[in-house]
């Protein structure tokens, strides 16, 4: 039974051209589980990261953008919960066992171009039960989690999180450093939990 885990969100902007520098890290952090948005995997595509396995979900067009993946440990018991893959929303998910029972923990990727409505991610939160932890880049800012400025999809996903009684765990420190110096670094990669159930 984990007692403690040690888990990470990783913006990779392709998952196959960062492997070694997160080989590094998973093992200088000893990491847990590594929520991995923007893998860019296609279905031919694999990696392999010694005593960890991989888990990961793609476009629904099959092309190099998008997607996400779970990097956790080998000696973790662990099982698949579920891949959701929409064009404004993917997702990789497993359940694990902690010290009070069955969690999932899902990595997330939100497309920016799309506007999703709170519905569309209420209907994502139901499919992973009772007691999860879902992160990753949600290309959505809201003041509530320590953004900038609050957009409609930042707005949208704060309206689903009220009705379903779920909070964020984030830093508060900016995510997203634009190479464009006219653009203001700003904070869209956290994670939303339901938090009865999760201590």
């Avoid at 990779?12 to 051209?17: F, K, V």
Wanted: with cysteine; net charge neutral.
């Amino acid at each position: 039974m984990t007692t403690q885990l040690h888990i990470v969100l990783w913006n990779a902007n392709g998952l196959a051209r960062h492997i070694d520098e997160i080989k590094t890290y998973l093992r200088l952090q000893n990491v847990d589980i590594m929520l991995i948005s923007e893998s860019h995997f296609i279905t031919k595509g694999s990696i392999h990261i010694p005593n960890y396995s991989i888990c990961d979900m793609q476009h629904p067009d099959g092309t190099a953008h998008g997607g996400t993946a779970i990097v956790i440990k080998n000696n973790m018991k662990h099982h698949l919960h579920g891949r959701y893959n929409r064009e404004h929303l993917q997702a990789t998910s497993f359940t694990i066992d902690d010290w009070i029972g069955p969690l999932t923990i899902a990595a997330v990727y939100c497309l920016p171009k799309h506007v999703i409505k709170a519905d569309q991610f209420l209907s994502f939160y139901v499919t992973l039960g009772q007691r999860f932890l879902a992160g990753g880049d949600y290309n959505a800012k809201h003041c509530h989690w320590d953004s900038r400025l609050t957009t409609p999809k930042g707005r949208e996903l704060f309206s689903a999180m009220q009705t379903a009684n779920l909070t964020h765990v984030s830093t508060g420190e900016p995510t997203y450093w634009p190479s464009d110096r006219r653009k203001v670094p700003d904070l869209i990669d956290f994670a939303v939990r339901e938090y009865q159930n999760l201590s």
